[in-house]
């Protein structure tokens, strides 16, 4: 089994452009959840998702930040006119379906956005 | 502060011996779970321990967790170099309005040979 997919793994933008980062969740799950990491930190949750529904994005920034994950397809976390302080690993994660928070979470390899 | 704190932020020991971390929360939980990120890479569950279990096993490591002083520890024992890495826990918190996987600091663990 293929684990969580995440493309592309490193994503170079320009002040004021956009960055699309994909994930692709295991097969048969249903929750996808994004997180940032900050050189030498922890990880930080952005956004929980399950198949065309945000259920809790309390820690999406106002701004410039938005996710989806659709029906068909994998998971688009957007970031618009991007600034230098979004550069960070961003981290896809899944679980199964009938398992929330607590469950296991499985981790993709992340997204590498530098923006100069 | 943040909900899950580690302890130390880095540990360096020689190959062989013993590495002990611990992490300090805030709130209630259901479980506690551990993860470890090597350099550059995503993030790998090691085990999960709920919040009526005081110790648990899984080969090399050892999990404990106290409730009453709302803290767990991670033991790695007999520690190789491929231990190396960085290595968090992660409560699942009700914070901002929902429940969530909050994460620590974590620990950065170096193996000497």
């Known amino acids: 089994n293929a684990g969580v997919m995440q493309n592309p793994r490193h994503l170079v933008r320009r002040r004021g452009q956009e960055a699309r980062l994909r994930c692709s969740p295991m097969k048969g799950h249903s929750h996808v959840y994004w997180y940032r990491q900050l050189p030498e930190e922890g990880l930080k949750f952005m956004v929980y998702l399950q198949k065309e529904n945000i259920i809790d994005e309390s820690g999406m920034p106002k701004e410039r930040f938005s996710a989806e994950f659709p029906k068909e397809g994998p998971s688009i976390l957007r970031i618009q006119q991007v600034v230098r302080g979004d550069s960070a690993a961003y981290f896809c994660a899944s679980s199964p379906p009938g398992q929330g928070y607590s469950s296991k979470q499985y981790f993709g390899p992340g997204t590498r956005l530098t923006v100069t | 502060s943040q909900q899950g704190e580690e302890d130390p932020q880095a540990l360096s020991i020689q190959e062989g011996e013993n590495a002990t971390m611990n992490c300090s929360y805030k709130t209630s939980i259901n479980n506690l779970q551990w993860y470890r990120q090597n350099s550059g890479r995503g993030l790998v569950h090691l085990i999960l321990?709920?919040?009526?279990?005081r110790e648990k096993h899984s080969g090399r490591l050892r999990v404990t967790l106290d409730t009453s002083k709302k803290s767990s520890s991670l033991l790695i024992t007999a520690s190789r170099a491929a231990d190396t890495a960085s290595y968090f826990c992660a409560t699942d918190a009700f914070l901002q309005g929902a429940q969530k996987l909050v994460f620590g600091q974590g620990t950065r663990l170096t193996i000497n040979p």
């Open positions: 321990i709920r919040s009526n279990e």
